[in-house]
């Protein structure tokens, strides 16, 4: 009796601490991109459970101070509470973050994606839409912004409401979100040489996904790499 008592003191007492020394789950050793995902994914679940411990931060800042090596670019919104790195559970030195209201890319969010293909870092893009986005719903709204720089975001995020229902309710604005991450995801294959080569040659894999807002736990969406424009 005392020893299984032992046992489990000794279980509960190590058990965290060696959870601990296992965060951020090391990246996966082969570049394949669904195991970056799957990494991604495990991320999320501790996130979702509310367990984060980010205690190696010090350390990771010190290692990484030379130079930087992100497995994975995510292009998501600017939205204050959809934090890449702290959704996907990850520390510095993992993430590639491009943001922008919309999680769209403009010329200089592809510079930026290109940037870190180009040196070799990137194996996954993760296009991030998330729940009760502002800029889509604005975008669902008639009308015009006031500014012109608004009124070419609602303009490329309406592009992407072909065949969709543009209403309030919170079904529409979640298909929405979902059919501009997907257009996103489009635009950056085939606006830059560069993304659609490594994307076409699956050097670089690509994952659309939507954030819920109260459970956090991310949802992948069903995407395929867009033909060639001609
Ligand atoms: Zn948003």
Same mark, same amino acid.
């Given at each position: ?88 559970? @990850? ?99 085939? @606006? ?39």
């Amino acid at each position: 009796m005392r020893r299984s008592r032992l046992i489990l003191v000794v279980f509960f007492v190590a058990f965290p601490l060696f959870a601990q020394a296992q965060f951020p789950e090391p990246w996966p050793k082969a570049l394949v991109p669904e195991r970056f995902w799957e990494t991604l994914v495990t991320g999320n679940n501790t996130y979702v459970a509310g367990a984060l411990p980010y205690t190696g931060l010090a350390a990771q800042r010190k290692d990484s101070a030379g130079d930087q090596h992100p497995p994975v670019t995510v292009l998501s919104c600017s939205d204050s509470r959809v934090p890449p790195e702290l959704v996907f559970g @990850r520390a510095i030195d993992d993430l590639f973050v491009v943001r922008a209201a919309g999680n769209v890319a403009d010329t200089f969010g592809i510079a930026s994606i290109e940037y870190a293909i180009s040196h070799r870092w990137t194996i996954l893009i993760v296009v991030l839409g998330h729940e009760r986005c502002g800029a889509v719903t604005e975008a669902l709204k008639p009308g015009q912004p006031g500014t012109r720089a608004l009124r070419a975001l609602v303009r490329r995020i309406r592009r992407s409401f072909d065949g969709i229902k543009t209403g309030k309710k919170p079904d529409d604005v979640r298909a929405a979100v979902i059919a501009n991450a997907k257009a996103s995801a489009d635009y950056i294959v085939l @606006r830059s040489k560069v993304i659609g080569d490594a994307v076409r040659d699956h050097k670089v894999g690509v994952v659309v996904a939507y954030y819920p807002m109260v459970s956090g736990k991310v949802e992948r969406i069903p995407w395929e790499i867009p033909p060639p424009v001609k």
